[in-house]
């Protein structure tokens, strides 16, 4: 079972990146996934989540209208469109299935598993 995430780098402001998170040893669309951010000297915060059972989509306030997941069930992997890049998106970007509070993204099983993540780095 793998995630392996991909996409990360270097972007100025209003810029766009986009990420994705490609699954092996399981099948993706089973599962609630989200992702996760974490910038130096923060905690974790889930960003956006994508359910299982009818592909609904949630985000936390900072990026919505800015950010979209999305899943290719076919490819078996998750995506992360990021526009309008600001410097505070700054972090390392992980893909997981497991569950963002408050965000109550559908999945059929409750197995966790989580990339290593990529950096995301937004320069002014």
């Known amino acids: 079972v793998q995630l392996v995430e991909s996409g990360g780098g270097l972007a100025q402001a209003g810029e766009s990146l986009t990420l994705s998170c490609a699954a092996s040893g399981f099948t993706l669309r089973y599962y609630g996934v989200g992702w996760f951010r974490q910038a130096p000297g923060k905690e974790r915060e889930g960003v956006a989540c994508i359910s299982s059972s009818d592909g609904t989509t949630r985000y936390i306030d900072s990026v919505k209208g800015r950010f979209t997941i999305s899943r290719d069930d076919a490819k078996n992997t998750l995506y992360l469109q990021m526009n309008s890049l600001k410097p505070e998106d700054t972090a390392v970007y992980y893909c997981?299935?497991?569950?963002?509070?408050?965000?109550?993204?559908?999945?059929?099983?409750?197995?966790?598993?989580w990339g290593k993540g990529t950096l995301v780095t937004v320069s002014s």
């Open positions: 997981s299935t497991t569950p963002i509070s408050n965000m109550m993204c559908h999945s059929y099983y409750g197995l966790e598993y």
